[in-house]
């Protein structure tokens, strides 16, 4: 039961009565993550409100109601009723929410329910398919059946360090013997935070919708130090003319419009021919990883080479086909690429997503702006573009402050200043 919270200006009428009228809410915090509320109104009895925190240094403010949706009202002129008029104590209770009875919900009722919210939510497939599998894979086999309220933060720690000190798998065929490789401990540890971020949001969310009592036990959980670094493998332009050299002549048009577009392989391999807007000078992509469409502004480079790939074709066919006439299917790039960039000497070889790396890093070092940058490649800011490629805008931004910045005249001696090293020649 948790405990009631007192408070010497919320907790009696005759205390709300002598509150100044003022529509920002008087809030009281009644545990970790939530406070309870109260406006005082010019005139008539005060409203109940509560406010969570929901993340990332973020709030959300509500009105207390009943059932049936009205406004929960104070007791500064009535007594309580228990649903439409609250004292503070009851008013805490509303806040709180109903919630669930100690011991009764697994970490996989949560994940459960979790992966409900996020497909209406309106996720992308694909987030929703690789949420899934990282649940499935690091996360239900070990806390899936132990109960939140069983969940400690000595245990959510010798969890997850487990996880960041095990190989990384191997993809392999689906009912293929799992295999495993050795990695640098900094990415396994950047992989078990990843996980645990998926654990916790889960957690958060039911905390939030009341269903379980605290939040004690992840909320002291923090994530691995220096270990969310960028390491970004992309080409220089004369390695990606030899992969595109080393090619078969199958994959070769696939490399060619990775290195054009920064584009995802998923997202190139379902275009088709009436996606390039040779006027406009733009690709249209249809299914992105976030679920938002976007149109790629291509470069006169990029134009050129969808006329070629697009002349004469029918509008709905697909773009891009392998020999056999069979469209590009997930994973089928995978041993291309090992196997071209074998042949075209790039070690360490470079995967087909390092192709989208690859034409941001260029971009950025060439002067792009970190804005146009994101928005190409299909992020909703620049966040993720400064923290891998940020670093390689640093040319960039020297030669912008030594262009633009004010000069005063500084490095030149006043007339008639005579330097210390002179006064004291002279002395």
């Known amino acids: ?59 959300v403010t509500e009105n207390l109601r009943t059932p049936d949706g009205a406004v929960v009202l104070a007791d500064d002129y009535e007594d309580s009723d228990g649903e439409r008029i609250l004292s503070f104590a009851q008013a805490q209770r509303a806040a709180r929410g109903p919630r669930a009875v100690r011991g009764g ?35 239900l086999p070990f806390l899936g059946g132990v109960k939140v309220s069983a969940l400690t933060p000595e245990r959510l720690r010798r969890w997850r360090d487990a996880l960041a000190s095990t190989a990384a798998r191997v993809r392999t065929p689906r009912g293929a013997e799992q295999r495993y490789r050795t990695s640098d401990s900094r990415a396994r540890r950047n992989s078990a935070d990843r996980v645990w971020k998926t ?29 969310d670094t960028a390491r970004m493998h992309y080409l220089s332009i004369v390695e990606a003319k030899r992969l595109i050299n080393a090619a078969p002549l199958e994959f070769r048009p696939l490399l060619q419009v990775g290195l054009a577009t920064g584009c995802r392989y998923g997202e190139l391999a379902a ?29 006169d480079e990029g134009i050129a080479l969808f ?6 074709r029918p509008s709905a066919d697909l773009m891009l086909r392998r020999s056999n006439g069979e469209p590009w299917r997930a994973s089928n790039q995978g041993r291309l690429m090992r196997e071209t960039c074998a042949r075209a000497k790039i070690t360490p070889a470079i995967s087909y997503p390092g192709l989208r790396h690859t034409w941001a ?40 402050v030594r262009k633009h910045a004010p000069k005063f005249g500084l490095g030149k001696a006043a007339k008639g200043t005579v330097t210390l090293r002179k006064a004291s020649a002279h002395a």
């Open 271 to 299: 275009l088709t021919v009436a996606d390039f807007n040779p006027d406009a000078g733009t690709l249209a992509i249809h299914r992105s990883k976030t679920g938002k469409p976007r149109h790629v502004v291509l470069s």
């Open 361 to 400: 890093s260029h971009a950025v070092m060439n002067g792009m702006p970190l804005t146009v940058v994101a928005r190409n490649l299909g992020h909703a800011n620049t966040k993720m573009v400064e923290k891998h490629y940020g670093h390689l805008a640093q040319d960039f931004v020297a030669e912008a």
């Open 105 to 139: 919900l697994t970490v996989a009722d949560v994940i459960a329910a979790d992966l409900e919210y996020l497909r209406s939510d309106g996720r992308s497939a694909h987030s929703l398919e690789d949420t899934s599998r990282r649940v499935a894979a690091h996360i």
């Open 307 to 312: 006329v070629a790939l697009t002349a004469g």
């Open 199 to 227: 654990l916790r949001a889960a957690l958060n969310r039911a905390f939030h919708d009341g269903k379980i009592e605290t939040d004690h036990a992840w909320r002291k959980v923090k994530g691995f130090r220096g270990v």
């Open 1 to 59: 039961m948790p405990r009631k919270v007192r408070d010497a200006n919320l907790e009696t009428r005759t205390a709300r009565s002598r509150l100044p009228v003022r529509h920002k809410p008087f809030f009281r915090l009644i545990e970790p993550g939530l406070h309870l509320g109260y406006r005082k109104l010019t005139s008539g009895p005060g409203t109940w409100l509560k406010r969570c925190y929901v993340g990332k240094g973020k709030y």
